[in-house]
């Protein structure tokens, strides 16, 4: 019976090794299928005729080999789910896979490869000798590997302790770092941070190892911490970040076996990168952590960007992001600073290098403080906005030089999106050259494309009748219209050329026979156009009492003399804009000014172009056509139907031209309606004035 039972769990044991190992071969065609090759046993021995390890696989009917692969050092193997292992073969330059039976047989298997693989990677397992070590070796490093990493594991498999850091056990740090579960790399982490010698004795290792040249050992180390990085550990980043050891691991980074020059990060780091202060702070601990997060940044971003996976840049993302929190939250508390960088700020004796230091770091102060809560935020902006600082951005925006100029409107839009009050406040209290005036004159001051759009963002969000409440509401608005509204429809109306000018010259023209065309970037006029347009929808009421009376509309649609389609087409934006409005006064207006006929010259003058510009006049009729109104259905078909005659093969048109006709029939009716009423009404008083002659006739002979 005994023999029975041994001979029985004998055969099971053999049945389980070979289903662990049971695999189909895959080869992947030209035309992105995979073709099966066949099912058979893998093994990872000794190839024969060889002394290198590789891969075997037989048929698992007539042991013929399926698959032969030299196991190789480059990193060209993937572990997909549990059950498939993949790579490219260089020699066949075809992809390969195995897919195997049971998820334990595919772990063993690739245990195995990684194990190969480190072994053919690290040519001093055992000592310090140095020189590639024959192939026989291979296999049997992995067993003393396997054996060196079981003494440092518990019973039930957890790990205990790392090996001793020192160089002949790298190899099984390096190991027990990259191949552990998750639980593993936890653990690992946790030992790390205990051991207090770790990473002075790792860095004592790399020191000698770059004294000696071992590059060998020195790309080891740098797999090593890279490995410990990627393990993703808040308390190994505290220890790698800190100034004791951050220039050594950056220097172990410098050894990339990827790269074929070793790289110069600390030269750079030392002899190129300045920590400048603008103003002194005092407060040690925030100058620490101004050089931490730029070291960090430094590392995420030029020495590791392509290594790091998500968790781990999204974790040192957080970190810089903690550590402008408390630069920002130590920096507010401390009121003497703030007052030292606003009195510095105003000092009639600054430098212009001083005073642009001191603006740029002030936006830098400002757009770091969104790291804070936003409680917090808004209490920063306060007291800023309480200590002066729009009086410094007042003073900012009037300098020449663009770079801080550009700072100072960045700083409005903070101000702006956090709470716009605070801005409208101050521009309330001012006298007469006021911010408000500053923004629109910068609006139309050629800083550069992205300026132009900061002024003309600036300005709507100061102006946005959905945000404003209280009292400010008002006020700006008025000061806006009395103040600049006119400023600006005449910068169009001088930057357009009159009619007699021709559109292709439109710098050598007139306007109203004095004012020459200024010299306006077009992208400058397409911003002022969309900020009307704003106006138009958000203060209906205001801009239509001033474009009555001053005939702004007139001026602004002078843009469609202008030789840029995009112009014209702002223009015809701004007419629509207007009727969409369907107010009866500015109808009438349009009406009674003609002020469709640049809109309609500049269509005719595009022709059968299909652009925006025939597009744009296109909606604009069919809206005026669906919207029924009657007054400029009239107008416009009365006035200009000669014109539009030779584009009536376009459906607007046509249907345009079809609604006129229904007005006219309508009236026809009316008209023929009420004579029958009339002619009633004439032989009613007809048959009056006959009975009253005879009552007449009648009291005359009774008489």
Request: proline share 3%.
């Amino acid at each position: 019976m005994g023999e029975q039972r041994e001979a029985s769990a004998s055969a099971a044991a053999v049945a389980h090794s070979s289903n662990m190992q049971r695999v189909k071969v895959y080869r992947l065609r030209d035309g992105g299928k995979w073709d099966d090759q066949g099912t058979g046993h893998v093994a990872v021995d000794y190839i024969e005729g060889s002394k290198e390890p590789g891969l075997t696989v037989l048929d698992e009917e007539d042991n013929e080999t399926l698959l032969v692969h030299n196991i190789t050092s480059e990193d060209i193997y993937r572990k997909q789910e549990e059950t498939i292992i993949s790579w490219r073969d260089p020699e066949a330059a075809t992809e390969l896979a195995l897919s195997f039976q049971e998820a334990a047989g595919c772990s063993y298997i690739w245990d195995n490869i990684c194990d190969i693989q480190r072994n053919l990677q690290f040519s001093n397992l055992g000592g310090l000798e140095v020189g590639p070590r024959p192939a026989s070796e291979h296999l049997e490093a992995s067993r003393v590997l396997h054996s060196h990493d079981e003494s440092f594991r518990s019973v039930n498999g957890e790990l205990r302790e790392l090996p001793p850091v020192d160089l002949s056990n790298l190899p099984l740090i390096l190991k027990t770092i990259l191949e552990g579960g998750i639980t593993d790399q936890m653990r690992v982490a946790e030992l790390i941070t205990q051991d207090r010698d770790f990473f002075p004795k790792l860095l004592d290792i790399f020191r000698m190892c770059e004294d000696l040249e071992n590059l060998d050992d020195l790309h080891m180390i740098f797999k090593l911490v890279r490995g410990i990085i990627l393990l993703n550990s808040p308390s190994i980043f505290d220890k790698i970040f800190s100034d004791e050891f951050i220039l050594d691991i950056i220097g172990a980074l410098e050894y990339d076996p990827e790269v074929a020059k070793v790289q110069k990060h600390r030269i750079f780091l030392k002899d190129h990168v300045v920590f400048k202060e603008a103003i002194p702070i005092k407060n040690i601990s925030v100058v620490s952590r101004i050089h931490q997060t730029y070291r960090i940044g430094y590392l995420k971003d030029v020495i590791l960007p392509r290594i790091l996976d998500d968790a781990t840049l999204a974790s040192l993302n957080t970190m810089i992001h903690t550590n402008n929190a408390a630069v920002i939250s130590l920096l507010k508390d401390d009121a003497c600073f703030i007052q030292d960088l606003f009195s510095r700020m105003r000092s009639p004796n600054i430098s212009m290098e001083s005073k642009r230091e001191l603006v740029l770091f002030l936006h830098e102060f400002c757009t770091l403080s969104k790291s804070l809560p936003l409680v917090q935020q808004l209490r920063l902006f306060r007291d800023l906005s309480g200590e002066g600082v729009f009086e410094i951005v007042s003073d900012v925006l009037q300098s020449q030089d663009r770079k801080i100029v550009s700072a100072g409107t960045d700083i409005v839009i903070l101000f702006l999106n956090q709470d716009p009050n605070l801005l409208r406040s101050y521009i309330v209290q001012q006298e007469g050259n006021s911010l408000l005036g500053l923004l629109v004159k910068g609006m139309v001051t050629d800083f550069g494309e992205q300026m132009h759009c900061q002024f003309l963002e600036i300005l709507r969000i100061l102006m946005d009748s959905f945000t404003m409440s209280g009292a400010h509401r008002d006020v700006i608005i008025e000061i806006f219209y009395e103040r600049h509204l006119d400023y600006l429809v005449d910068v169009i109306a001088s930057s357009c050329p009159s009619r007699s000018a021709t559109r292709t010259s439109p710098n050598s023209a007139l306007v109203g026979g004095n004012t020459e065309v200024h010299r306006i970037k077009p992208e400058i006029l397409l911003n002022v156009c969309e900020l009307l347009c704003f106006c138009v929808v958000h203060h209906p009421y205001r801009i239509k009492c001033n474009f009555l009376m001053n005939n702004a509309i007139e001026k602004i649609l002078t843009m469609t003399r202008r030789s840029e389609k995009f112009l014209v087409v702002a223009a015809v934006r701004f007419m629509r804009t207007i009727i969409s409005r369907n107010d009866e006064h500015l109808i009438r207006h349009v009406v009674k000014f003609n002020l469709l006929k640049p809109i309609i010259d500049a269509f005719v003058e595009n022709g059968d172009r299909y652009n925006m510009l025939q597009s744009g006049v296109l909606e604009l009729l069919e809206h005026i056509r669906k919207e029924n109104l009657k007054p400029l259905v009239i107008y416009v078909t009365e006035s200009f139907s000669d014109q539009l005659m030779k584009f009536e093969h376009f459906g607007s048109i046509q249907a345009f031209k079809l609604k006129y006709q229904q007005y006219l029939e309508s009236a026809d009716m009316k008209l023929s309606a009420s004579v029958p009423d009339m002619r009633k009404k004439a032989e009613g008083r007809g048959l009056e004035k006959e009975e009253e002659d005879y009552f007449n006739e009648r009291f005359s002979k009774a008489d």
